[in-house]
Each structure stands twice: as structure tokens, then as C-alpha cells.
């Protein structure tokens, strides 16, 4: 088991993690992308961070528990950054990408296991509605 600070994720990440109860490489990737999208301590952003430095490091989160996938290149990187970090929608994240909308559903189902709106692009909604 390799602990967390061999992968170079920031000291906020790695903070955040062992507030969660991860310290070691084992103990992340028994963790699907999924469940750390929506887990309440760990940001968009810090995700990004932990799936970058894991792709860097040959590694990637399981799309469940125990069930490997696919690296994701740079192209469906951004697609996860722009949809899961930075809350676009869909329609938006395929047009930044000159991908169709179904296509940006495609990558976040089969390289991240992410179906549905991540917690960043229902916060974006709720900050354009209120007055």
C-alpha cells in the first residue's frame, strides 16, 4: 500500500482525504469516481486533481468497487473538468469540445461511471436562479 503523498496531490487533497478516512493509495482506488463525486468532503476540483495525478501515475478510480476501467485521454479529462468541476451542462460541455451532447454522456458513463447532474452543476443552477 503506497500512501497518498507519492501521488503529489496537493496538501488541501490530501487533507481532505484523510478527513475521509483514505491514507493510502488501496484505500482510494476502493473507491469508484462515482462515490467520490458525490461524497460531501471532497470537491470537484480535488477529484480532478486525484484523477490527474492517478492517470499520471498509470493508475485510475474504478467505475464501482473492484471493476477497473479504461485511462481517460486528455480529450475526455476536460470533458469531466467541465462538466463535474466546473458545473456546465451538458449542451455546453459537448460545444467546448465539438462533441455532441449524448457523446459528453457517453465518456462521463464509461470513464467515470457519472450518470446524471454531479453536485457542481446543480450548484451552478441554484446560483443562476437565485435573485
Not at 503529489?8 to 491514507?23: E, K, M, N
Not at 475526455?76 to 449524448?102: A, C, H, P, W, Y
Amino acid at each position: 500500500m503506497r500512501p497518498l503523498t507519492e501521488l503529489g496531490l496537493s496538501p488541501a487533497t490530501l487533507a481532505t482525504l484523510h478527513h475521509a478516512g483514505i491514507d493510502t493509495t488501496r484505500e482510494l482506488l476502493d473507491h469508484s469516481c462515482r462515490e467520490l463525486t458525490w461524497h460531501s468532503e471532497i470537491s470537484g476540483q480535488q477529484l480532478y486533481e486525484i484523477i490527474r495525478q492517478l492517470n499520471q501515475h498509470n493508475m485510475m478510480l474504478p467505475l464501482t468497487p473492484g471493476r477497473t476501467t479504461r485511462h481517460p485521454g486528455e480529450r475526455n479529462l476536460e470533458i469531466f473538468r467541465l462538466r463535474v468541476v466546473e458545473g456546465l451542462s451538458l449542451k455546453t460541455t459537448g460545444e467546448q469540445v465539438d462533441i455532441s451532447v449524448e457523446r459528453v454522456r457517453q465518456v462521463l458513463v464509461v470513464y467515470f461511471g457519472i450518470r446524471g447532474s454531479p453536485p457542481a452543476v446543480k450548484a451552478r443552477r441554484r446560483t443562476r436562479t437565485q435573485p
